[in-house]
């Protein structure tokens, strides 16, 4: 990067850090610290959530995955605005009616107290799991940057974050948000407008989707239906999305304490129930329009010189060993192709503007047989990539957005570019952070710990205010050596889903008890939990290792189903056992 984009990028993060210390101004106890004293408005809410939810993976690695994958993976959201109704129905009053810190208290009026602990357990399992993979996320930025050792810059990003969230609390997550979303969406519809605009002459925003529909990457709808039968493998399509993208979305935004914490901040319910439901309207739309960016990426480099690997620190790294000759002959061959995708692109182009010469549909075959000999020269030079480097990252999907911020954006607009990435990261973290510690305060240390006879209200609230900032860090330490351990997961805003799905099922299925099955208790609920849990685990590893054939999202509609069908069998077992004595 040039001087000024260090400027930029400086200078931006500066006055995100700043404006977030100042606004961070509370009462200095655990109402304040985890909560804003209950005093946010819905706009604040509404960005706040969707903050909390966008990190830096969404932006960094979410156009990757269109550019790979084609959009399909939007479906994945369309259960989305249901969840959201739900939740203002079901879920909202019954938390500002307690007025609850975290959403695991209310388990233990409804339930006990092993159901309370088992579920925050989980959450703060899987919570701080992907708030790790979250921290490696923007750590691929500086890494590819400044050509560190991705475990050196783990230990950067991670302590910058520690020091920004112990300091703030919720009212500084929030506010930087709503300032972090403003660039953040200005930045993105520049770098969509500069895709196209880089484009060759007479090569417009309506060809460029004409070439990524030919390409297949124009999939927003897709059945799942292959060979005359539904794929269960299959990870996203209108099925998996609505179903089990709802059963997910109510997990997350009903039960992570990190969704949670971001509505219990509002005035009053309707404040809450505000931010949800424009967060349901507003997330779709959101998604689909980085997942354009993906597609339009792909266009440009039908056109443009497409590099056959996007992370450069490896690939320098490779082509320091033995393999280097083997590397560049795939490399010669691949922009052989690439250079005749481009002749193909724009003969495309022609014949979908003048259909009456019939060879749209042909250049479209010879289009998609081009992009499979590019992506089979993409796989053989991963492999030699990773002969080459045994310890590196051969998987480039998150470097793909970033490569062409680095190579094609003018000055000024790189910086502004990779602080929004950090932007991202820093909100959505700090409030995985903030929901961590108090999670861990209020269902763990408040439970347990006894006040001293002498200790006075007061004393007693400063105390847990300060060991809580203590908790706050202590999570920040442990989510920097989960980033270390981040390498090799692919896709990162895939393999953060995936992790959600092992936790979200379970534990949304307590919640669906406690809400609607009135007549099951305690231990019916927490041993059909802790089955479930062991029952999904165990179907992830069968998935994994092709014994059965059963996407993800599938996990969250399974968990959910089996913790309630088991809690009503083992209570009715209980209730007969009782009967018959």
Known sequence: MSKIDWIVLAITLLAIITYGLYKSRTTKDLDGYFLSNRSMPWPLILLSIMGTQASAITFLSAPGQAFTDGM?????????????????????????????????????????????????????????????????????????????????????????????????????????????????????????????????????????????????????ITTGIKDGGFDWNDRYNIFSGVIGGFFLALSYFGTDQSQVGRYL????????????????????????????????????????????????????????????????????????????????????????????????????????????????????????????????????TNYIFLRYVLDYLPVGLIGLLIAIIFMASWGSI??????????????????????????????????????????????GFFCMIVAQFATRMGSLIEAVNVLGSLFYGVILGVFLVAFYFKKIGGSAVFWSALITEVVIVTLFFLNQNGIIGLSFLWLNVVGAGLVVILAATLQGLSVKKEASF
């Open 430 to 475: 700090a409030a995985a952070l903030n929901s961590l510690a108090s999670c861990t305060m209020i269902d763990f240390h408040q439970r347990f710990r006894r006040k001293a006879a002498h200790e006075t209200v007061e004393s007693s609230s400063q105390r847990e205010y300060k060991t809580s900032r203590w908790y706050t860090f202590a999570w």
């Open 72 to 220: 399909r993976f939007v479906q994945y959201y369309f259960g989305l605005p249901l969840a959201m109704v739900v939740l203002c129905i079901t879920f909202v009053p019954r938390f500002s009616k307690l007025r609850v810190f975290t959403a695991y208290e209310f388990l233990e009026e409804r339930f006990d107290l092993k159901t309370r602990m088992f579920t925050s357990f989980l959450f703060l399992l899987q919570r701080g799991l992907s708030t790790g993979i979250s921290i490696y996320a923007p750590s691929i930025i500086l890494s590819s940057l400044l050509g560190w050792n991705i475990f050196l810059t783990n230990i950067v990003m991670g302590g910058l974050l520690i020091i920004y969230t112990v300091t703030g609390g919720a009212r500084a997550v929030a506010y930087t948000q709503q300032l972090q979303f403003t660039i953040i969406f200005v930045g993105m519809f520049l770098a969509g407008y500069m895709i196209v605009h880089q484009l060759p002459a007479g090569i417009g925003f309506i060809d460029a989707l004409k070439i990524s529909g030919a390409s297949g990457k124009l999939n927003v």
């Open 265 to 396: 901040t509002a005035k009053n319910d309707t404040e809450s129930k505000t931010g949800l439901l424009m967060n349901g309207l507003v997330k779709v739309p959101m998604q689909f329009f980085i997942l354009l960016i993906g597609a339009l990426l792909f266009s440009f480099y039908q056109f443009k010189p497409s590099p056959v690997f996007h992370n450069r620190a490896v690939e320098q790294k490779a082509l320091a060993t033995p393999y280097r000759d083997t590397l560049q002959a795939i490399s010669f061959r691949y922009a052989a192709v690439n250079q005749r995708q481009n002749n193909l692109s724009i003969e495309y182009v022609k014949a979908a503007t003048n259909q009456k010469d019939g060879r749209e549909e042909t250049i479209k075959d010879s289009i998609r047989q081009g992009n499979t000999a590019m992506q089979n020269l993409r796989v053989q030079y991963k492999d030699v990539i990773k002969k080459a480097t045994p310890l590196a990252d051969n998987n480039d």
